[in-house]
């Protein structure tokens, strides 16, 4: 399954032309795919970037509790 650069900048909280210039320099944080001049996003690679394909919680060693 695929998605737009369009919709990847959207869920990741960058505008389109952020994700456009990194696209251009090979720079954007997530696999693409160029489809002659379409640029398309593998939906797996920016669930992994965003860790949602992990639904293990972290460990309890970032759990630290507060002293009350």
């Known amino acids: 399954m695929t998605t ?28 693409l795919i160029r489809a002659g001049n379409r640029i398309i996003v593998p939906v797996a690679g920016l669930l992994q970037l965003l860790l949602l394909d992990n639904p293990t919680p972290p460990t309890a060693g970032h759990l630290i509790p507060t002293p009350r």
């Open 4 to 31: 737009t650069l369009a919709t990847a900048a959207a869920v990741l909280g960058i505008s389109r032309s952020q994700a456009d210039r990194l696209a251009a320099t090979y720079a954007f944080p997530a696999p």
